[in-house]
């Protein structure tokens, strides 16, 4: 499709497990971002990825948490040994970033993350 | 650390009437800022934007005003529709910035 996607749309994990979420952006867009949203709140900003290199991981909460990108393209976001308060929805962004500014951000629709 | 806008107030307004969206930024080196629009279940979607060198700008039924003096953004829709209704995020960036910053988010809730 032409949009940001993002898998799986729902994951309900045990506390402890690890999970990957995936994120696949509007071809060309060199620049991919996570944010993280718990229930009701704002968008919290967590990595962003400039081509495959992230010059900004200030977001990320720990050291549980690790993302990386392949190719320019596809990113996964990995949550190691999760906790009932990683529960929240993932969301994966693109742009294609011209000039100084991130620009106008693509959405995809996110990844539900419940940790029992 | 420097923050944008409210923790999800909730506006009701009647359709037909106008809505104005409130948003607070604190970060002076702000010079980008935009309106997301997100629906239940769904990923945040671009709305309209703005330019710290303009203090308004208009889209289709919406207005952005921009007041860097106080920094203050809004965001005005005109003749609400049930299909505005939907949690809307103001955001901020910064040239050479690495992100968008989002505020809470307000929630609009429209009455038939």
């Known amino acids: 499709g032409a949009g940001v996607s993002q898998s799986p749309s729902n994951k309900v994990t045990e506390k402890g497990k690890d999970v990957e979420l995936r994120c696949d952006p509007i071809?060309?867009?060199?620049?991919l971002y996570w944010y993280r949203q718990s229930l009701g709140q704002g968008l919290e900003f967590l990595i962003y990825?400039?081509?495959?290199?992230?010059?900004?991981k200030s977001g990320l909460p720990s050291d549980r948490f690790s993302a990386e990108r392949t190719g320019g393209s596809v990113s996964t976001l990995t949550i190691q040994r999760t906790q009932q308060e990683d529960s929240a929805v993932y969301l994966c962004?693109?742009?294609?970033?011209?000039?100084?500014?991130?620009?106008?951000?693509?959405f995809g629709e996110g990844s539900r993350l419940t940790v029992l | 650390g420097e923050s944008v806008g409210l923790h999800l107030p909730t506006l009701s307004v009647q359709e037909g009437d106008n809505s104005i969206i409130n948003c607070a930024y604190s970060?002076?080196?702000?010079?980008?800022f935009i309106w997301y629009k997100q629906e239940s279940g769904k990923g945040p979607q671009f709305i309209i934007d703005?330019?710290?060198?303009?203090d308004k700008r208009q889209g289709q039924r919406v207005t952005v005003l921009l007041n860097k003096t106080v920094k203050h953004l809004s965001l005005q829709i005109a003749a609400t529709q049930p299909g505005d209704s939907a949690v809307y995020f103001c955001?901020?960036?910064?040239?050479?910035?690495?992100?968008?910053?989002f505020g809470g988010g307000t929630r609009l809730m429209v009455k038939p």
């Open positions: 962004a693109s742009s294609l970033r011209r000039g100084g500014f991130a620009g106008e951000l693509f």
């Open positions: 071809s060309g867009h060199t620049a």
């Open positions: 990825f400039q081509g495959n290199s992230a010059p900004d």
């Open positions: 970060n002076s080196a702000s010079d980008y």
């Open positions: 703005i330019r710290s060198n303009m």
């Open positions: 955001a901020e960036d910064f040239w050479a910035g690495n992100m968008l910053t």
